[in-house]
């Protein structure tokens, strides 16, 4: 079957705009996952959804990060007013049930804050 | 604190030799562990995973890694590395209920 798909594959956007990437999960999973990937580093939890809602967001770095899951299935993370410092592979990922699951990631998106 | 470390960032090896990568955790409860594989341009995909039981855990691909409590490690073995293994390697440490700690990746290079 398909896998996590997340669009778009790279995105570049002026310092001070806002930006959407998306996630498509697997079918039927109910965790999802985000990861920031920063250049040379292992991949940095950002937040955990469990069906529609946001189960653990601690990883997050500040407010001008925040993610949704309307209908507990794709996702979008939003980053206003980016900052040079954002630029990073995003890395989604998708779970059956949750924690301790193994969890499926996908290709990421490559964002660069000129 | 959680934490994992891969000791080795980079790791060169010939084809046909044998590979063991590192990873050692600190992690306050029973952990999960976990080793990634990720080739440029392609997403992370699961090698192996240790939940509990059998210490010598079996993966794909031809891996296997050995949990060993009292070190505090979980390192990853092939015994003959084929030139298509070259990638980075990410060992991560998790429980029931709790976020994924990676570490921070050790690149593997092989040579013909």
């Known amino acids: 079957g398909a896998g996590v798909s997340q669009t778009p594959s790279n995105k570049v956007t002026e310092k001070g705009k806002y930006v959407e990437l998306r996630c498509d999960p697997i079918?039927?999973?109910?965790?999802l996952y985000w990861y920031r990937q920063s250049l040379g580093q292992g991949p940095e939890f950002l937040i955990y959804f469990q069906g529609t809602g946001a189960a653990d967001d601690s990883g997050l770095p500040n407010d001008r990060f925040f993610a949704v899951r309307p209908e507990g299935s794709v996702s979008t993370l939003k980053i206003q007013r980016t900052e040079r410092g954002d630029s990073a592979v995003y890395l989604c990922?998708?779970?059956?049930?949750?924690?301790?699951?193994?969890?499926?990631f996908g290709p990421g998106t490559r964002l660069l804050v000129l | 604190a959680q934490s994992v470390t891969q000791p080795d960032i980079h790791i060169t090896v010939s084809e046909g030799a044998s590979l063991e990568l590192r990873c050692n955790y600190s992690y306050g409860a029973t952990p999960y562990l976990f080793w990634y594989v990720q080739s440029p341009g392609q997403g992370l995909q699961l090698l192996l995973k240790?939940?509990?039981?059998?210490?010598l855990v079996q993966g794909i691909k031809g891996f296997e890694a050995e949990f060993k409590r009292s070190q505090s490690s979980f390192n990853l073995r092939k015994p003959s590395v084929h030139w298509s293994d070259a990638a980075e390697y990410f060992c991560?440490?998790?429980?029931?209920?709790?976020?994924?700690?990676f570490g921070t990746g050790t690149r593997l290079q092989v040579f013909p």
């Open positions: 990922a998708s779970s059956l049930s949750g924690w301790g699951e193994t969890q499926y």
């Open positions: 240790y939940f509990s039981g059998d210490t």
């Open positions: 991560a440490v998790g429980g029931n209920g709790d976020k994924l700690i």
């Open positions: 079918s039927g999973h109910t965790a």
